[in-house]
């Protein structure tokens, strides 16, 4: 992938993210793409995608995420995010976030994802959300 395809697909991932919509994330996946978030789970295909964008676009009815930047680096590309919003969905604390991550995204011929995983500071997170 170039850089210029690169950065309109971080742009576009971003969208989706913020679309409320989350089968628009999991369309952004090759038919068997996986994501990890944080070590966490392994969630693979389009369906288990869906479950993953709908929990963050549930907890944060106001989910915005923006593209940083796609960069290159160590032969991977990163896509470097910042999420902001309000823990507002059931059993939130109405605290408002705004954290900043990255994916390593592999990609396949068609430019979708193959492999995504995510990486942010949970107990960053954690402490903006007063969850602990």
């Avoid at 742009?11 to 068997?32: E, G, I, L, Q, R």
């Avoid at 978030?37 to 969630?43: F, L, R, S, V, W």
């Avoid at 390593?104 to 942010?120: K, M, N, Q, S, T």
Wanted: charged share 25%; aromatic share 12%; with cysteine.
């Amino acid at each position: 992938m170039d850089r210029d395809r690169a950065e309109t697909f971080g742009k576009t991932y971003a969208a989706a993210w913020s679309s409320k919509d989350p089968s628009s994330v999991a369309d952004m996946f090759a038919s068997n793409g996986s994501l990890v978030i944080n070590d966490g789970p392994e969630a693979v295909g389009y369906d288990a995608v869906v479950v993953v964008a709908q929990e963050f676009m549930t907890a944060f009815p106001d989910l915005d995420v923006t593209c940083d930047c796609m960069a290159f680096e160590v032969e991977e590309w990163r896509w470097y995010w910042t999420m902001r919003g309000h823990y507002s969905g059931p059993g939130g604390t109405g605290r408002s976030i705004d954290i900043s991550g990255y994916e390593v995204l592999e990609f396949d011929a068609e430019g979708r994802i193959v492999c995504a995983e995510g990486h942010f500071d949970q107990k960053e997170y954690d402490r903006q959300l007063g969850l602990h």
